[in-house]
């Protein structure tokens, strides 16, 4: 099972922007698990924001993201990104990197490892 851990979370004002990594503790270049980031706001569920197979040709985006996120990956440095711009309060949120053996399975957040999170405050 591989461990993923997050960065990258802080505090923001509206309109502003974050950038999110996820580093997988593989070997450099032996990360390929399809790969999602998930958030939870506060006193919220847990939500699929974006996912990413593995070589990064496919991405899934939520619907409230409206364009405004992309995720990436760079395979060489075993890192999942996750840009984030135009922020709003209501991106305020514990956000999470999870990996799995699919992009079905990793989306419905049913996959192998989880990170501890990263805080994401979005505040004037």
């Known amino acids: 099972q591989v461990q993923l851990v997050e960065s990258g979370g802080g505090l923001v004002q509206p309109g502003e922007s974050l950038k999110l990594s996820c580093q997988a503790s593989?070997?450099?270049?032996?990360?390929?698990?399809?790969t999602a980031w998930f958030r939870q706001p506060p006193g919220k569920e847990r939500e699929l924001v974006a996912a990413?197979?593995?070589?990064?040709?496919?991405?899934n985006y939520a619907e409230f993201v409206r364009d405004r996120f992309i995720i990436s990956r760079d395979n060489a440095k075993n890192i999942v990104y996750l840009q984030m711009n135009t922020l709003e309060p209501e991106d305020t949120a514990d956000y999470y990197c999870?990996?799995?053996?699919?992009?079905?399975?990793?989306?419905?957040?049913?996959?192998?490892?989880w990170g501890q999170g990263t805080q994401v405050t979005v505040s004037s």
């Open positions: 990413i197979n593995w070589n990064g040709l496919i991405t």
């Open positions: 593989a070997r450099p270049g032996s990360f390929y698990a399809d």
């Open positions: 999870h990996s799995g053996e699919s992009l079905a399975v990793v989306r419905r957040g049913a996959g192998d490892s």
